[in-house]
Protein backbone atom coordinates (compact mmCIF):
# COMPACT_ATOMS: atom_id res chain seq x y z
CA UNK A 1 0.00 0.00 0.00
CA UNK A 2 1.22 3.23 -0.90
CA UNK A 3 0.46 7.14 0.04
CA UNK A 4 -2.21 7.34 -2.45
CA UNK A 5 -4.25 3.85 -1.90
CA UNK A 6 -3.94 5.53 2.00
CA UNK A 7 -5.82 8.41 1.08
CA UNK A 8 -8.11 6.38 -1.23
CA UNK A 9 -8.79 4.05 1.87
CA UNK A 10 -9.62 7.01 4.06
CA UNK A 11 -13.11 7.64 1.51
CA UNK A 12 -14.44 4.39 2.57
CA UNK A 13 -17.37 4.36 5.54
CA UNK A 14 -15.35 1.07 6.88
CA UNK A 15 -12.00 3.44 7.28
CA UNK A 16 -13.84 6.30 8.88
CA UNK A 17 -15.70 4.49 11.55
CA UNK A 18 -12.02 3.62 12.75
CA UNK A 19 -9.02 4.44 11.38
CA UNK A 20 -6.52 3.53 13.11
CA UNK A 21 -5.98 0.12 11.73
CA UNK A 22 -5.33 2.26 8.74
CA UNK A 23 -2.67 4.80 10.30
CA UNK A 24 -0.94 2.31 11.51
CA UNK A 25 -0.12 0.89 8.10
CA UNK A 26 0.66 4.51 6.58
CA UNK A 27 3.26 5.12 9.43
CA UNK A 28 4.70 2.08 8.17
CA UNK A 29 5.69 4.18 4.68
CA UNK A 30 7.21 6.54 7.10
CA UNK A 31 6.21 9.56 8.57
CA UNK A 32 6.07 11.21 5.04
CA UNK A 33 5.20 10.02 1.77
CA UNK A 34 4.07 10.49 -1.44
CA UNK A 35 0.81 10.11 -2.41
CA UNK A 36 0.98 10.92 -6.44
CA UNK A 37 -0.04 13.75 -8.47
CA UNK A 38 1.78 16.50 -5.96
CA UNK A 39 0.42 15.23 -3.01
CA UNK A 40 1.60 13.96 0.03
CA UNK A 41 0.70 12.07 3.09
CA UNK A 42 1.36 13.18 6.39
CA UNK A 43 0.99 10.49 9.15
CA UNK A 44 4.04 10.88 12.03
CA UNK A 45 3.78 13.14 14.88
CA UNK A 46 6.87 15.31 14.20
CA UNK A 47 6.32 15.70 10.64
CA UNK A 48 2.60 17.01 11.39
CA UNK A 49 3.74 19.42 14.00
CA UNK A 50 6.75 20.64 11.63
CA UNK A 51 4.56 21.46 9.02
CA UNK A 52 1.63 22.94 10.98
CA UNK A 53 3.97 25.34 12.53
CA UNK A 54 5.62 26.39 9.42
CA UNK A 55 4.30 29.61 8.03
CA UNK A 56 5.90 28.25 4.57
CA UNK A 57 3.73 25.21 4.45
CA UNK A 58 0.11 27.60 4.27
CA UNK A 59 -3.41 26.51 3.40
CA UNK A 60 -4.83 25.68 0.04
CA UNK A 61 -6.56 28.88 -0.40
CA UNK A 62 -10.04 29.66 -2.71
CA UNK A 63 -8.20 30.92 -5.48
CA UNK A 64 -5.82 28.57 -5.34
CA UNK A 65 -8.23 25.62 -5.95
CA UNK A 66 -10.29 27.22 -8.31
CA UNK A 67 -7.07 27.76 -10.35
CA UNK A 68 -7.02 23.73 -10.25
CA UNK A 69 -10.52 23.27 -10.60
CA UNK A 70 -12.53 25.92 -11.87
CA UNK A 71 -16.22 24.26 -10.95
CA UNK A 72 -14.63 24.97 -7.55
CA UNK A 73 -15.75 28.77 -7.47
CA UNK A 74 -19.43 28.20 -8.66
CA UNK A 75 -19.91 25.94 -4.70
CA UNK A 76 -21.17 28.79 -2.41
CA UNK A 77 -19.76 26.49 0.53
CA UNK A 78 -16.35 26.52 -0.36
CA UNK A 79 -16.85 30.32 -1.25
CA UNK A 80 -17.94 30.89 1.92
CA UNK A 81 -15.38 29.15 3.88
CA UNK A 82 -12.98 30.12 1.60
CA UNK A 83 -13.31 34.11 2.89
CA UNK A 84 -12.67 33.08 6.17
CA UNK A 85 -9.58 32.43 8.16
CA UNK A 86 -9.44 28.67 7.94
CA UNK A 87 -8.86 28.98 4.72
CA UNK A 88 -6.79 32.52 4.14
CA UNK A 89 -2.79 33.05 4.17
CA UNK A 90 -0.53 35.91 5.32
CA UNK A 91 -1.74 38.66 4.82
CA UNK A 92 -5.46 38.39 5.17
CA UNK A 93 -5.72 35.42 8.13
CA UNK A 94 -3.37 37.35 10.66
CA UNK A 95 -5.38 40.85 9.71
CA UNK A 96 -8.64 38.98 10.53
CA UNK A 97 -7.61 36.63 13.45
CA UNK A 98 -6.01 39.45 15.23
CA UNK A 99 -9.51 40.98 15.53
CA UNK A 100 -11.15 37.87 16.59
CA UNK A 101 -8.80 36.74 19.20
CA UNK A 102 -9.33 39.35 21.80
CA UNK A 103 -12.81 37.41 22.30
CA UNK A 104 -10.87 34.56 22.90
CA UNK A 105 -8.46 35.36 26.03
CA UNK A 106 -7.12 33.45 28.57
CA UNK A 107 -9.02 36.25 31.11
CA UNK A 108 -12.04 36.09 29.03
CA UNK A 109 -12.65 32.27 29.00
CA UNK A 110 -12.38 32.13 32.90
CA UNK A 111 -14.33 34.41 33.41
CA UNK A 112 -17.03 32.63 31.66
CA UNK A 113 -16.77 29.65 33.74
CA UNK A 114 -19.64 30.39 35.77
CA UNK A 115 -21.70 30.72 33.06
CA UNK A 116 -20.61 27.41 31.39
CA UNK A 117 -21.32 25.62 35.18
CA UNK A 118 -24.90 27.20 35.12
CA UNK A 119 -25.69 25.87 31.57
CA UNK A 120 -24.43 22.31 32.74
CA UNK A 121 -26.53 22.53 35.54
CA UNK A 122 -29.82 23.17 33.13
CA UNK A 123 -28.57 20.50 30.42
CA UNK A 124 -28.09 17.92 33.68
CA UNK A 125 -31.42 18.82 34.94
CA UNK A 126 -33.12 18.36 31.19
CA UNK A 127 -31.38 14.88 30.67
CA UNK A 128 -32.74 13.82 34.52
CA UNK A 129 -35.83 14.92 33.59
CA UNK A 130 -35.99 13.28 29.96
CA UNK A 131 -34.70 10.37 31.33
CA UNK A 132 -36.79 9.84 34.75
CA UNK A 133 -38.27 6.75 33.56
CA UNK A 134 -35.84 5.24 32.53
CA UNK A 135 -35.95 5.88 28.75
CA UNK A 136 -32.82 6.65 27.12
CA UNK A 137 -31.69 9.86 26.28
CA UNK A 138 -29.30 10.88 23.47
CA UNK A 139 -26.02 12.74 25.28
CA UNK A 140 -25.69 14.34 21.36
CA UNK A 141 -28.56 16.12 21.24
CA UNK A 142 -29.93 16.47 24.88
CA UNK A 143 -25.98 17.84 25.91
CA UNK A 144 -23.38 17.66 23.76
CA UNK A 145 -24.70 20.01 21.23
CA UNK A 146 -26.48 22.23 23.27
CA UNK A 147 -23.91 23.21 25.65
CA UNK A 148 -20.96 24.77 23.64
CA UNK A 149 -23.44 25.82 20.63
CA UNK A 150 -24.84 28.22 23.53
CA UNK A 151 -21.90 29.47 25.12
CA UNK A 152 -20.57 30.29 21.56
CA UNK A 153 -24.28 31.89 20.62
CA UNK A 154 -23.53 33.84 23.95
CA UNK A 155 -20.72 35.43 22.57
CA UNK A 156 -21.92 35.91 19.17
CA UNK A 157 -24.72 37.35 20.27
CA UNK A 158 -27.61 34.75 18.77
CA UNK A 159 -30.54 34.71 19.82
CA UNK A 160 -31.35 31.42 22.22
CA UNK A 161 -34.56 30.61 19.78
CA UNK A 162 -32.76 30.47 17.13
CA UNK A 163 -29.58 28.22 18.26
CA UNK A 164 -31.14 24.65 17.84
CA UNK A 165 -31.32 25.23 14.02
CA UNK A 166 -27.63 25.36 13.33
CA UNK A 167 -26.65 21.31 14.40
CA UNK A 168 -27.93 20.18 11.03
CA UNK A 169 -26.97 23.34 9.25
CA UNK A 170 -23.63 23.02 10.89
CA UNK A 171 -23.79 19.09 10.17
CA UNK A 172 -24.15 20.04 6.39
CA UNK A 173 -21.55 23.25 5.89
CA UNK A 174 -18.90 20.87 7.34
CA UNK A 175 -19.06 18.79 4.20
CA UNK A 176 -17.29 21.18 2.51
CA UNK A 177 -13.80 20.16 5.06
CA UNK A 178 -13.96 16.57 4.11
CA UNK A 179 -12.11 14.88 1.86
CA UNK A 180 -14.67 14.40 -1.23
CA UNK A 181 -14.25 12.96 -4.66
CA UNK A 182 -17.20 14.46 -6.61
CA UNK A 183 -18.12 18.16 -5.85
CA UNK A 184 -21.36 17.32 -6.37
CA UNK A 185 -21.48 15.97 -3.18
CA UNK A 186 -21.60 19.73 -2.01
CA UNK A 187 -24.86 20.26 -2.72
CA UNK A 188 -26.42 20.51 1.31
CA UNK A 189 -22.99 22.19 1.74
CA UNK A 190 -23.98 24.52 -0.60
CA UNK A 191 -27.59 25.00 0.90
CA UNK A 192 -26.40 25.19 4.33
CA UNK A 193 -23.72 28.00 3.62
CA UNK A 194 -27.05 30.36 1.69
CA UNK A 195 -28.86 29.90 4.66
CA UNK A 196 -25.82 31.05 7.23
CA UNK A 197 -25.03 33.56 5.28
CA UNK A 198 -28.09 35.02 5.02
CA UNK A 199 -29.05 34.34 8.59
CA UNK A 200 -25.85 36.62 9.52
CA UNK A 201 -26.23 39.08 7.02
CA UNK A 202 -29.60 39.85 8.85
CA UNK A 203 -28.18 40.00 12.21
CA UNK A 204 -25.32 41.98 12.04
CA UNK A 205 -27.73 44.48 10.07
CA UNK A 206 -30.02 44.43 12.93
CA UNK A 207 -26.84 44.57 15.27
CA UNK A 208 -25.61 48.05 13.49
CA UNK A 209 -28.92 49.29 14.55
CA UNK A 210 -29.69 48.14 17.51
CA UNK A 211 -25.73 47.76 19.02
CA UNK A 212 -25.52 44.94 21.90
CA UNK A 213 -22.64 44.08 24.05
CA UNK A 214 -21.16 40.64 21.19
CA UNK A 215 -19.29 39.81 18.87
CA UNK A 216 -21.20 40.34 15.85
CA UNK A 217 -21.93 43.68 16.73
CA UNK A 218 -18.09 44.72 17.24
CA UNK A 219 -17.51 42.82 13.80
CA UNK A 220 -19.97 44.34 12.35
CA UNK A 221 -18.93 47.97 13.72
CA UNK A 222 -15.46 47.42 11.93
CA UNK A 223 -16.43 46.33 8.48
CA UNK A 224 -18.92 48.98 8.31
CA UNK A 225 -16.38 51.59 9.38
CA UNK A 226 -13.18 50.32 7.15
CA UNK A 227 -13.79 47.88 4.81
CA UNK A 228 -10.24 47.36 3.93
CA UNK A 229 -10.15 46.05 7.63
CA UNK A 230 -12.90 43.96 7.34
CA UNK A 231 -14.64 43.57 4.48
CA UNK A 232 -18.50 42.48 4.43
CA UNK A 233 -17.64 38.97 2.45
CA UNK A 234 -14.93 38.52 5.38
CA UNK A 235 -17.12 39.28 7.91
CA UNK A 236 -19.91 37.17 7.01
CA UNK A 237 -17.47 33.89 6.21
CA UNK A 238 -15.55 34.42 9.93
CA UNK A 239 -18.88 35.17 11.98
CA UNK A 240 -20.62 31.18 9.96
CA UNK A 241 -16.80 29.68 11.06
CA UNK A 242 -16.56 30.93 14.52
CA UNK A 243 -20.84 29.56 14.65
CA UNK A 244 -19.97 26.27 13.49
CA UNK A 245 -15.69 26.10 14.68
CA UNK A 246 -17.43 27.05 18.26
CA UNK A 247 -19.51 23.82 18.90
CA UNK A 248 -18.66 20.84 16.21
CA UNK A 249 -15.09 20.07 17.97
CA UNK A 250 -16.53 20.62 21.29
CA UNK A 251 -19.89 18.44 20.43
CA UNK A 252 -17.12 15.84 19.26
CA UNK A 253 -14.56 16.18 22.27
CA UNK A 254 -17.69 15.46 24.80
CA UNK A 255 -19.33 12.75 22.54
CA UNK A 256 -15.84 10.85 22.17
CA UNK A 257 -14.95 11.38 25.69
CA UNK A 258 -17.95 9.76 27.36
CA UNK A 259 -17.90 7.00 25.14
CA UNK A 260 -14.39 6.16 26.35
CA UNK A 261 -15.37 6.24 29.37
CA UNK A 262 -18.20 4.12 28.91
CA UNK A 263 -15.33 1.57 27.22
CA UNK A 264 -12.88 2.41 30.24
CA UNK A 265 -15.29 2.59 33.57
CA UNK A 266 -11.86 3.37 35.31
CA UNK A 267 -11.50 6.11 34.17
CA UNK A 268 -14.83 7.01 35.67
CA UNK A 269 -13.94 6.15 38.72
CA UNK A 270 -10.60 7.56 38.66
CA UNK A 271 -12.10 10.80 37.52
CA UNK A 272 -14.40 10.56 40.69
CA UNK A 273 -12.37 10.04 43.01
CA UNK A 274 -9.58 12.69 42.07
CA UNK A 275 -7.07 10.09 40.80
CA UNK A 276 -7.35 11.78 37.05
CA UNK A 277 -7.73 14.97 36.69
CA UNK A 278 -10.22 16.54 34.10
CA UNK A 279 -7.33 18.14 32.58
CA UNK A 280 -5.40 14.65 31.61
CA UNK A 281 -8.55 13.04 30.76
CA UNK A 282 -9.40 16.08 28.04
CA UNK A 283 -5.85 15.92 26.82
CA UNK A 284 -6.22 12.26 26.14
CA UNK A 285 -9.36 11.87 24.78
CA UNK A 286 -8.38 14.40 22.43
CA UNK A 287 -5.46 12.60 22.15
CA UNK A 288 -6.76 8.48 21.55
CA UNK A 289 -9.92 10.08 19.69
CA UNK A 290 -8.96 13.51 17.83
CA UNK A 291 -12.28 15.05 17.19
CA UNK A 292 -9.92 16.50 14.15
CA UNK A 293 -8.33 13.98 11.90
CA UNK A 294 -6.86 15.71 9.61
CA UNK A 295 -6.16 18.87 7.79
CA UNK A 296 -4.17 20.21 4.63
CA UNK A 297 -1.54 21.90 3.85
CA UNK A 298 0.21 23.41 0.31
CA UNK A 299 3.95 24.25 -0.18
CA UNK A 300 4.09 27.91 -0.48
CA UNK A 301 7.83 27.94 -1.36
CA UNK A 302 10.50 25.97 -3.09
CA UNK A 303 13.05 24.49 -0.73
CA UNK A 304 10.88 23.24 1.43
CA UNK A 305 11.62 19.36 2.99
CA UNK A 306 9.75 17.37 5.70
CA UNK A 307 11.53 15.04 7.46
CA UNK A 308 14.53 14.92 4.93
CA UNK A 309 11.67 14.68 2.13
CA UNK A 310 11.88 17.29 -1.02
CA UNK A 311 8.48 18.93 -0.96
CA UNK A 312 8.23 20.91 -4.44
CA UNK A 313 6.78 24.02 -4.39
CA UNK A 314 2.58 23.75 -5.15
CA UNK A 315 3.21 20.27 -3.49
CA UNK A 316 -0.78 19.35 -1.29
CA UNK A 317 0.01 17.38 2.15
CA UNK A 318 -2.80 15.35 4.12
CA UNK A 319 -2.16 16.05 8.20
CA UNK A 320 -3.19 12.62 9.59
CA UNK A 321 -3.46 14.61 12.94
CA UNK A 322 -5.59 11.21 14.21
CA UNK A 323 -2.18 9.10 13.35
CA UNK A 324 -0.06 11.44 14.68
CA UNK A 325 -1.64 11.59 17.78
CA UNK A 326 -0.97 7.76 18.23
CA UNK A 327 2.66 7.97 17.01
CA UNK A 328 4.86 4.91 18.66
CA UNK A 329 7.73 7.63 18.06
CA UNK A 330 6.16 10.32 20.20
CA UNK A 331 3.95 8.24 23.05
CA UNK A 332 4.76 5.04 24.84
CA UNK A 333 1.82 2.81 23.95
CA UNK A 334 -0.41 4.61 21.59
CA UNK A 335 -2.99 2.59 21.28
CA UNK A 336 -3.69 2.66 25.15
CA UNK A 337 -6.53 4.74 26.61
CA UNK A 338 -4.75 6.43 29.69
CA UNK A 339 -5.78 9.46 30.94
CA UNK A 340 -2.63 9.75 33.54
CA UNK A 341 -0.21 10.51 30.76
CA UNK A 342 2.13 13.65 31.59
CA UNK A 343 3.77 14.13 28.86
CA UNK A 344 0.62 14.76 26.42
CA UNK A 345 0.54 17.44 23.76
CA UNK A 346 -1.93 16.49 21.10
CA UNK A 347 -2.08 18.24 17.55
CA UNK A 348 -5.70 18.37 17.95
CA UNK A 349 -6.28 22.09 17.52
CA UNK A 350 -3.63 22.57 14.81
CA UNK A 351 -0.35 24.37 15.58
CA UNK A 352 1.27 27.45 14.27
CA UNK A 353 -0.91 30.60 12.80
CA UNK A 354 -3.95 28.26 12.77
CA UNK A 355 -3.78 27.08 16.02
CA UNK A 356 -7.35 26.74 17.02
CA UNK A 357 -8.43 29.94 18.62
CA UNK A 358 -11.15 28.66 20.67
CA UNK A 359 -8.86 25.79 22.01
CA UNK A 360 -9.23 27.02 25.60
CA UNK A 361 -12.79 27.26 25.60
CA UNK A 362 -13.16 24.00 24.02
CA UNK A 363 -11.26 22.61 27.23
CA UNK A 364 -12.82 24.47 29.80
CA UNK A 365 -16.14 23.40 28.82
CA UNK A 366 -15.25 19.77 28.67
CA UNK A 367 -13.34 19.80 31.77
CA UNK A 368 -16.40 21.54 33.67
CA UNK A 369 -18.55 18.97 31.80
CA UNK A 370 -17.49 15.83 32.47
CA UNK A 371 -16.70 15.73 36.07
CA UNK A 372 -20.46 17.37 37.24
CA UNK A 373 -22.04 14.67 34.42
CA UNK A 374 -20.47 11.77 36.33
CA UNK A 375 -21.24 13.65 39.68
CA UNK A 376 -24.75 14.24 38.86
CA UNK A 377 -25.34 10.35 37.14
CA UNK A 378 -23.41 8.15 39.15
CA UNK A 379 -25.43 5.31 37.23
CA UNK A 380 -24.85 6.94 33.75
CA UNK A 381 -24.64 3.41 31.56
CA UNK A 382 -24.85 3.59 27.59
CA UNK A 383 -28.78 3.36 26.57
CA UNK A 384 -28.42 1.58 23.37
CA UNK A 385 -26.31 1.27 20.16
CA UNK A 386 -24.83 4.92 19.29
CA UNK A 387 -24.27 5.98 15.54
CA UNK A 388 -20.87 7.36 14.13
CA UNK A 389 -21.33 10.30 11.40
CA UNK A 390 -19.94 9.22 8.30
CA UNK A 391 -16.85 11.42 8.38
CA UNK A 392 -13.03 11.50 8.60
CA UNK A 393 -11.90 15.35 9.43
CA UNK A 394 -14.58 15.92 11.80
CA UNK A 395 -14.79 12.46 13.95
CA UNK A 396 -17.69 12.25 16.28
CA UNK A 397 -21.20 10.82 16.98
CA UNK A 398 -24.82 11.54 15.50
CA UNK A 399 -26.34 9.83 18.57
CA UNK A 400 -25.32 8.44 21.59
CA UNK A 401 -27.88 6.73 23.72
CA UNK A 402 -27.70 6.85 27.47
CA UNK A 403 -29.49 6.04 30.55
CA UNK A 404 -29.40 8.23 33.55
CA UNK A 405 -31.75 6.65 36.14
Avoid at 52 to 66: I, K, S
Avoid at 72 to 81: I, M, T
Amino acid sequence: MDGAAIIEQLMTTEVRTDPYPLYARARELGPVAPAGDGMFVVTGYAAVNKVLRTPAFGVATAEMMAGLAPEYAVHSSLALLGRSILQRNAPDQPRVRSLIASVFTARRVAALRPAVEAAIDRLLDGMAEQGADGSPVDFMDAFAFRLPVGVICELLGVPEQDRYRFRGLASDLTIALEIIQDLDELAAADEAADELAGYFTELAAERLARPQDDLVTDLARIAAADDERLSARELLANLVLLLVAGFETTTNLLGNGLALLFRHPEAAAGLRSGAITPAGFTDEVLRFDSPVQATGRVALEPGLAVEGLPIPPGSGLTLLIGSANHDPDRYEHPGVFDPTRTDSQPLSFGGGTHFCLGSQLARMEAEVAVPALLDRFPRLAPGGVPTRRDRLVLRGYETLPVTVR
